[in-house]
């Protein structure tokens, strides 16, 4: 390889090293592109739509404000990197309110996610223009640059599964230690941001035992090390459920769980996944996503990828770190079939938009893959001529997909379809309190009305609800010593509450009832003067 200013040198172990200059044009790329997108949709006010990142936002500020603040505040579905991460952030009332605090998490998660994608593109095939055929894929996909200015927990994700693999990929390199720790480190973190890492975990350890030609003894040892201490991350979420909530498993079944709320689905609506229990059809519906949300030309660039992976013996071994990062895609197959994860495409049964950016967790895959068509091992015209092809050929399909404008994104239109916020029941809610609330606390489960604290400046510190366990547990008793307000919905645990222990709340009187049709009805209560 040329050293001339601007390329790469060989190093031992055939490790390129960058120009400052290149360092910086990629850094300054990622920079703009990045923190420009932000800055787009949030003047748009599209950034904090997601009725999950709302609740994200909930679980980094009552780790600060709430009855009881602290670590029992993380519950117990959500897995709680993310929110500790944005706590501090989400103190200030206009980061908690705007979901800025989550957004810039999730922004700083992307930069980085994308300098390591360009250093796996560029150390894996030897050459720089391989590392840009990766950075255009990832920062040429409008639905992902949308993804990661909210406060959803997928880019943080992406981050730690690619670092995990950079690291493996050193170590397969190299052969030291130190890289089989900091990718264990890696994934631990990525076990503590969202379950779907936890999937990657028995891969990745089969990775370090079979990558490299060593004693088995030092396989057994290395491969044992990575289990320990990226297996700590669901082991301490498991005790953590146990201890907080008396079982182990409380995230997997219990009442909050994404299995008890599809089981409720069924039972009200007797309406199941169309994905429910079928692998094939699951994967088809995952595939139909990944066209809608990364583009079909970017999921052919990586299938030509994947070929010249396969038929290059010489550099097959170097690169099959990178087989990791397509981990989501069996994850999301079996979870649809069969764990009660859902995912609607607007060109499939039912028609609608629900979950479709779990195919953006594909991304750094399908981008990294057709790098691999940039083997140094071509002549440089030719691998500057499959450069160019390539950002013309993403360029051309991310315009594409904006040129109707970017509410038009399969991804963002379906937070403007799905957010909680324009519900006729939160809107009712919002409007009452905002005429009648007069800062005293509130019996509500804020949980099922997102939007109502963030959109009238509530702080959590006046809301109380179940995870406020150690007044919860005393209401049975009588609320009106710590509430003035109660906000009660048809099946919510507050209404529960009230149909379990009627004469405890007595002293309250009905002053607001709006029933909604095919949604819970909310009465709100006030104590009696």
């Known amino acids: 390889m040329s050293d001339r200013p601007g390329t790469v040198t060989s190093s031992p172990p055939s490790k390129p090293v960058l120009s400052l200059r290149v360092t910086i044009a990629a850094w300054g790329i990622i920079l703009a592109i990045a923190f420009g997108s932000l800055a787009w949709f949030y003047t748009r006010g599209l950034t904090d739509l997601y009725g999950d990142a709302l609740a994200h936002m909930e679980g980094a500020r009552r780790i600060f404000d709430s009855l009881t603040p602290g670590m029992a505040q993380i519950g117990s579905v959500w897995l709680p990197l993310f929110h500790l991460l944005a706590a501090p952030l989400a103190v200030n009332n206009h980061l908690w309110r705007t979901g800025l605090a989550g957004s810039i998490v999730s922004i700083i998660a992307f930069c980085g996610a994308a300098w390591f994608l360009f250093r796996l593109g560029l150390e894996m095939n030897g050459n720089i223009a391989a590392g840009f055929v990766v950075l255009a894929g990832v920062l040429l996909c409008p639905n992902m640059l949308f993804l990661v200015s909210t406060p959803m927990t997928e880019p943080l994700a992406i981050l730690w599964s690619v670092v995990t693999v950079y690291f493996l990929f050193r170590f397969h390199v190299s052969g030291q230690t130190r890289w089989v720790i900091g990718s264990a480190l890696a994934a631990f973190l990525g076990t503590m941001t969202r379950y779907d890492e936890w999937y990657v975990l028995p891969f990745a350890a089969m990775f370090v035992l079979l990558a490299r030609k060593d004693s088995w003894p030092k396989r057994f040892h290395r491969a044992l090390l990575f289990s320990l201490i990226a297996g700590a991350g669901p082991l301490l979420w498991i005790l953590h459920n146990a201890y907080r909530f008396g079982n182990p498993l409380e995230f997997y079944n219990g009442p909050e769980s994404a299995q008890a709320i599809y089981a409720h689905q069924v039972a009200t609506t007797a309406f199941r996944y169309p994905t429910d229990g079928s692998f094939l059809v699951s994967a088809r519906y995952y595939l139909e996503d990944l066209k809608l949300v990364i583009g079909p030309w970017s999921l052919e660039l990586a299938a030509l990828g994947l070929v010249a992976w396969a038929v290059d013996h010489h550099l097959r071994s170097k690169r099959a770190a990178a087989l990791l990062l397509l981990v989501p895609l069996p994850f999301y197959v079996q979870a649809m079939a069969s764990a009660a994860v859902g995912l609607y495409v607007p060109t499939l049964l039912p028609y609608s938009y629900y979950n479709l950016r779990y195919g953006l967790e594909m991304l750094p895959a399908i981008a990294l893959l057709p790098s691999f068509l940039l083997s140094s091992a071509l002549p440089r015209k030719i691998r500057m001529g499959l450069l160019a092809g390539c950002l013309l050929i993403l360029g051309a399909q991310g315009f594409a997909m904006v040129r109707k404008g ?123 003067p």
Not at 444 to 463: H, N
Request: charged share 25%.
């Open 406 to 528: 970017t509410r038009g994104l399969p991804v963002v239109k379906e937070t403007i379809l799905n957010t909680p916020c324009k519900s006729p029941a939160d809107q009712a809610l919002i409007r009452f309190f905002s005429r009648h609330y007069e800062g005293k606390t509130i019996l509500m489960q804020s949980g099922e009305w997102v939007c109502v604290a963030p959109s009238l400046g509530i702080p959590y510190r006046k809301i109380l609800d179940a995870s406020n366990r150690r007044y919860w547990l005393q209401l049975p008793q009588g609320p009106q010593k710590w509430v003035e307000w109660i906000v009660r919905g048809t099946g919510d645990p507050i209404d529960m509450l009230m149909r379990a222990y009627p004469h405890s709340f007595n002293d309250f009187e009905p002053v607001y009832h709006k029933a909604f049709p095919r949604q819970q009805s909310i009465t709100i209560y006030r104590r009696k």
